[in-house]
Nanobody
């Protein structure tokens, strides 16, 4: 079992950048593929990005491609989401999640463990 804690959210102007962090404790994060999801008010939780256990493979939602970068440091048990060129529509609570499945699905149902989320607000 792993516990996840996100940090790094905040208020930023459109066009700005943020880096989110997800610190894992308990079982080593290298045992899991990791993902980032987000949920805006009144909307369903949506997939943002995923990274494999080794960090060699990544996958992004179309909305994140070219602007966001997911990475991980297994020695530090931490996963990151670098977000550039932020837009007001990126405003949401961002969640880190861990999965033991090797199926590259964008469904939140395939993730086993979740953090509490960190708020990202992008002003226009």
């Amino acid at each position: 079992q792993v516990q996840l804690v996100e940090s790094g959210g905040g208020l930023v102007q459109a066009g700005g950048s943020l880096r989110l962090s997800c610190a894992a404790s308990g079982r080593a994060s290298s045992s899991y593929d990791m993902g980032w999801f987000r949920q805006a008010p009144g909307k369903e939780r949506e997939f943002v990005a995923r990274i494999s256990r080794s960090g060699a493979n990544t996958y992004y939602a179309d909305s994140a491609k070219g602007r966001f970068t997911i990475s991980r440091d297994n020695a530090m048990n931490t996963v990151y989401l670098r977000m550039n060129t932020l837009k007001p529509e990126d405003t949401a609570v961002y969640y880190c999640a861990a999965t033991t499945t090797s199926i590259w699905s964008t469904s939140a149902a395939n993730y086993d463990y979740w953090g509490q989320g960190t708020q990202v607000t992008v002003s226009s």
